[in-house]
């Protein structure tokens, strides 16, 4: 079974350009996460889909995260513009079903 | 107080050694624990995973949860150097679709 897949796996850009992060999780899997991991922390839950509709997007900063989940299927984490603070690795998650998660090997972004 | 409590380590420990791995949390209403370890540029991938109150025993990996203390645990019986990781614990609570909340994760070194 193939797993969740992210892409790129590195990114740098400069503050207040723009970026942005695809994933493509386990066939089959309605549930679909985004999280925010920062060095020494752990992931941090930006936003929730349940196929293509938002359960929770509580924690995402809405005046510059943008997420799309394109057909209940693949999904798209935006970026725009970018603070030295959002220096993280992104990473997607899916689940069929809400307890047991699948991750993906992430995106580190290093905003300079 | 953070929702989840967990020391950051780093653990080192000889090869064959038990590891005791902890976390603290402060909802009542988190039913559902997990272990996640993390490779270093890797996400995390699913360990354990118990409901409520009790003990979970899978080879050489135990999990124990204590509610009535708030206090959860993971042991690795014969340490291996393959071990060395990151330990994520997580919880949520009964409901369906709301959010993992890590803990910052205990960085483990074994070594051969």
């Known amino acids: 079974e193939a797993g969740v897949a992210q892409s790129p796996r590195y990114k740098i850009i400069e503050k207040r350009q723009s970026v942005a992060f695809w994933c493509n999780p386990i066939s089959g899997h309605a549930t679909l996460y985004w999280y925010q991991q920062i060095l020494g922390q752990g992931p941090k839950l930006l936003i929730q889909f349940q196929n293509n509709g938002v359960v929770d997007d509580s924690q995402l900063p809405k005046d510059r995260f943008s997420a799309e989940r394109l057909k209940g299927v693949d999904s798209t984490l935006k970026i725009q513009p970018a603070k030295l603070e959002d220096s993280a690795v992104y990473l997607c998650?899916?689940?069929?079903?809400?307890?047991?998660?699948?991750f993906g090997s992430g995106t580190q972004l290093s905003v300079l | 107080q953070k929702e989840v409590e967990q020391d950051p380590g780093p653990l080192s420990v000889p090869e064959g050694a038990i590891v005791s791995l902890n976390c603290t949390y402060s909802n009542s209403a988190f039913q559902y624990f997990m272990w996640y370890r993390q490779y270093s540029r890797k996400g995390p991938e699913l360990l354990m995973y118990t409901y409520s109150s009790g003990n979970k025993e899978d080879g050489r990996f135990t999990a124990q949860v204590d509610k009535s203390s708030k206090y959860i645990s993971l042991f690795i019986r014969d340490s291996q150097p393959s071990d060395s990781a990151t330990y994520l614990c997580a919880m949520r609570k009964n409901q369906a679709g709301t959010a993992l909340i890590f803990g910052k994760g205990t960085t483990l070194s074994v070594s051969s």
């Open positions: 998650a899916s689940s069929p079903h809400s307890e047991k998660l699948f």
